[in-house]
């Protein structure tokens, strides 16, 4: 039986908006000292909205089609709409993960939430470095090849 969805084996194996943004106007950061996956988002505004995502992950594969998927979903979005965006609601969007990895779907959204939030600090002069150590992974330690073999 499969482990994954379809949808997290496509965004695992093409993962859309992978990259950097030079001179991003927020930068997010989650990572994760235990199962050592980190994910950078990189955010362009203009007018409030999201014009522009990029995000690099290292991790494990359902952290990178979250990223991914995080990424499809908040593009062209307000930064209000953007802010909704709830980890289940990815979990969701990927048709589920296996509960075991549900956790890596927390990584995204914070991602995404972090680099708005370091958007909007920097519109207000505010020093923000975006970044978060997500505990969650901390009941998880081991890496699962993403195979079905
Ligand atoms: S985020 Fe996937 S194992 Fe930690």
Not at 31 to 54: E, H, Q
Not at 82 to 99: R, S, Y
Not at 135 to 147: I, K, L, P, R, Y
Request: aromatic fraction near 4%; hydrophobic fraction near 35%.
């Amino acid at each position: 039986m499969p482990l994954y969805s379809k949808k997290v084996m496509d965004h695992f194996m093409n993962p859309h908006n992978v990259g950097e943004i030079e001179n991003a106007d927020g930068v997010g950061e989650v990572g994760n000292p235990v199962c050592g996956d980190m994910m950078s988002f990189y955010i362009k505004v203009k007018d409030d909205r999201l014009v522009d995502i990029k995000f690099k992950t290292f991790g494990c594969g359902a952290a990178i089609a979250v990223s991914s998927m995080v990424s499809d979903m908040a593009m062209g979005k307000t930064i209000e709409e953007a802010m909704k965006i709830t980890n289940k609601a990815v979990a969701d969007e990927l048709e589920g993960l296996p509960p075991n990895k549900l956790h890596c779907s927390n990584l995204g959204a914070d991602a995404l939430h972090n680099a708005i939030k370091n958007y909007l600090n920097k519109k207000e002069g505010k020093q923000d470095g975006g970044e978060k150590v997500d505990e969650s992974c901390e009941v998880h330690n081991s890496h699962e090849d993403t195979e079905d073999s």
